[in-house]
Every structure is written in structure tokens, then in C-alpha cells.
């Protein structure tokens, strides 16, 4: 089992910047890709980028894309979402998740069934 604690959250004005962090511990001795999802209020968790075992393979949502970065650092089981130019669109809380499948489809790294384990979120609020 792994255990996932995201930190990094917080409330900022549109335009700004924000890192999250996803922090991994326990079964961390396998390859696994991760995730970060999102969910805002009163509406479904959506995608929001994905990143492969070896960095490699990154998959991104089309409303984030040229705004966020994916990014890992392996040695520290810790994966990483840079976001600029946030909107109040952004506003949501925002999961990351383990896929135990290292380096999978690229058309797997978007859809939730396949991530094993998930953490407990931390909310970003952006206020226009």
C-alpha cells in the first residue's frame, strides 16, 4: 500500500503562481506513474496532467496546458504540479494519484479507473 500527502495549496489571485507537492511513502519500490486530478464544487474530478516512472511520457489536460508542469523527483518520491497563471477556473481541490503500471498508454494517464491509490487532496482557491 502507498500513502499519498499532498501539500502546497493555498489562496491566491488570478494570474499567480502555485506548486503543489505529492509526497509518496510506504510501497514506493516499484515504478508507478502519478497523477493529479481535480475537483471543484458540484462538479465531477476531472484530469488535470499525468507523468510517467521515467518522466518521459507526460499527458496533459487541453484547459492546463501551457499554464502547468508535471514533474518528479524519484529519489524522493515526490511528484510536483507548477501552476502559473492561474484562473478562478482553477479553483478546485486537487488530487494526486498512483498508477502502478510505470510507463502506461499515454491514453491511460488521463482516466481515473486506472490509479490505484489516491491522497487526500489540498484545495486552491483563485479568486479573480
Not at 1 to 7: G, M, T
Not at 55 to 64: E, I, M, P, R, T
Not at 85 to 103: H, M, R
Request: overall charge neutral; some cysteine; hydrophobic content about 35%.
Amino acid at each position: 500500500q502507498v500513502q499519498l500527502v499532498e501539500s502546497g495549496g493555498g489562496l491566491v489571485q488570478a494570474g499567480d503562481s502555485l506548486r503543489l507537492s505529492c509526497a509518496a511513502s510506504g510501497r514506493t519500490f516499484s515504478q508507478y506513474s502519478m497523477g493529479w486530478f481535480r475537483q471543484a464544487p458540484g462538479k465531477d474530478r476531472e484530469f488535470v496532467a499525468a507523468i510517467s516512472w521515467s518522466g518521459y511520457n507526460k499527458l496533459y489536460a487541453d484547459s492546463v496546458k501551457d499554464r502547468f508542469t508535471i514533474s518528479r523527483e524519484n529519489a524522493k518520491n515526490t511528484v510536483y504540479l507548477q501552476m502559473n497563471s492561474l484562473k478562478p477556473g482553477d479553483t478546485a481541490v486537487y488530487y494526486c494519484a498512483v498508477d502502478y503500471v510505470g510507463e502506461p498508454l499515454t491514453v491511460h494517464m488521463g482516466v481515473m479507473d486506472y490509479y490505484d491509490y489516491w491522497g487526500q487532496g489540498t484545495q486552491v482557491t483563485v479568486t479573480s
